[in-house]
């Protein structure tokens, strides 16, 4: 059966979660007669759709003009950062695509580079999404279908043949419906305290790929937890003239000094000041009061990312007893997400700003946050008034290098991200209906194959236009930065 994406038909109305299990099921269950599984490998023709270079050019209207170049230049290295770099060309296309019409917080960025290791709270190591700049509700499949490109580009970008991408993205997509089934039949307190530790991520993959993989995984392991303030702060810092100061590595790392004259420069150093003094209201009572053993030290620009290259980012080194006890956050612009213009605003939407946003679906949809993740509202130098979020710059934060990795060893990370989305749209969307949509879903994971395929050719093609762009002049590339 083939579905062209203006035939489709919307799924059936989703019964309320007060209507009980029973009922929440069949309701998802029928959901599927509106939107059958084949209907979920439709990607609508490229007629009709909006220029992707043109969408790219819009991002960059807002962002800082001379950093711009250097997100192209990282696009460009190969169609896998061009994908990791266009989540608002995605969004375009995902919202052209049929849908089950059940809706839960979405990452809105789930590609495969973007789940990775962090500290919980309790100094434990664990695996999760990583990346919420794009969070939003929107359609559960949104999340999933990114998920699975992203899987077929780094297969053909690392060599696998289309049998082996197929059974990497199957897999994946199998552990994803598993997942949500075990997950609709759980109470709610279990569901929201499931999370994947990496010592037990460790266990579970011990039989799954070879020797040589797993002590890559252990040294990984090893190198996640020396990741943190201290080791950032020993790097990026040194004593100039008797005070600690951000030492400059430009353009990706520009101290404030260097970066505005003297007026402008503490102009902003008061800005700044006064964000940290906002941020730390959206703070729990007794984070705030641990925010408050520290004082501010100095600011420098920084690049981050691919796809968030000339947003504004600063880096705020700040101290506690004394220099040696830093405290490193990253104050991060936040635009709105590349979903909000297609699944719209919710007159409930639970926040006022979009740094409100990012920190509301991050706390929504990751196992454990960062104790210092929050938000603040800042009038910019332009006039301008711009939101951001603030979290710790970096805490044992590691994520795994997808460029190498085999066939096994793929198939093991998408599993592993497939049941980490999985539980993430569980503790936000109704489980239950989207368990009973999933039911018997082998059809699902073909028609999530045959889309991987349809949308890495698209990607393919994008690279190759963003490309053009690049040799015709249109857009200013800088490599290599």
């Known amino acids: 059966m083939t579905i062209r994406a203006a035939d489709r038909t919307e799924a059936a109305p989703a019964v309320g979660r007060a209507a009980g299990p029973a009922a929440r099921y069949a309701a998802g269950r029928s959901a599927r ?96 999404i990583n990346d919420f700049d794009e969070t939003h509700p929107g359609p559960w499949e949104w999340d999933l279908k990114r998920l699975v490109a992203s899987l077929v580009v780094a297969a053909r970008q690392n060599g696998l043949r289309r049998k082996a991408r197929a059974d990497v993205v199957a897999s994946t997509v199998a552990r994803y419906r598993q997942a949500m089934t075990t997950f609709a039949q759980q109470r709610e307190l279990k569901v929201w305290y499931a999370r994947a530790d990496v010592d037990e991520v460790g266990l579970l993959a011990k039989n799954q790929v070879s020797k040589a993989r797993r002590k890559t995984f252990a040294e990984a ?68 009061h641990l925010f408050g053993s520290f004082q501010f030290v100095d600011l420098a620009r920084k690049v981050v990312g691919v796809g968030s290259v000339g947003t504004r980012c600063w880096m705020v080194l700040l101290s506690g007893r004394d220099e040696d006890d830093p405290l490193l956050l990253q104050v991060k612009e936040a635009p709105p997400s590349v979903l909000a213009t297609h699944v719209g605003e919710s007159a409930t939407a639970p926040w006022d700003s979009e740094g409100e946003r990012v920190v509301t679906g991050q706390r929504l949809m990751q196992a454990a946050s960062d104790i210092f993740l929050g938000w603040q509202t800042v009038d910019g130098f332009d006039g301008r008034v711009r939101d951001f979020y603030v979290r710790q710059l970096r805490d044992w934060k590691g994520s795994a290098v997808v460029e190498t990795m085999d066939v096994r060893t793929l198939a093991v990370y998408g599993a592993l991200c497939g049941w980490t989305l999985a539980r993430a749209h569980a503790r936000t969307g109704d489980r239950i209906a989207i368990a009973g949509y999933l039911e018997h879903g082998a059809g699902f994971d073909a028609a999530m194959v045959e889309f991987g395929e349809l949308y890495a050719d698209r990607n393919e093609q994008d690279f190759r236009r963003l490309t053009e762009a690049a040799a015709a002049g249109r857009i200013e590339v800088h490599r290599g930065v």
């Open 221 to 288: 392991q090893a190198k996640a937890r020396t990741r943190d303030s201290l080791q950032v702060f020993r790097k990026l810092t040194a004593v100039v003239d008797g005070r600690r100061r951000i030492v400059a590595d430009p353009p990706l790392l520009v101290p404030i000094e260097d970066l505005l004259p003297d007026a402008d420069r503490t102009q902003l150093e008061t800005q700044l000041r006064g964000v940290l003094d906002g941020y730390a209201a959206t703070l729990a009572p007794d984070r705030r």
């Open 33 to 128: 007669h509106h939107v059958p599984f084949d209907a979920q490998a439709v990607l609508a023709p490229a007629e009709g759709r909006a220029d992707p270079v043109e969408l790219l050019e819009g991002q960059a209207a807002t962002r800082v003009p001379e950093l711009v170049p250097i997100r192209y230049g990282r696009m460009l290295v190969s169609p896998l950062t061009f994908f990791r770099g266009a989540a608002v060309i995605m969004a375009a296309d995902l919202a052209r695509t049929p849908s089950s019409g059940m809706f839960s917080q979405l990452c809105g960025d789930a590609h495969l580079s973007n789940f990775g290791v962090f500290a919980s709270p309790e100094r434990r190591l664990v695996f999760d």
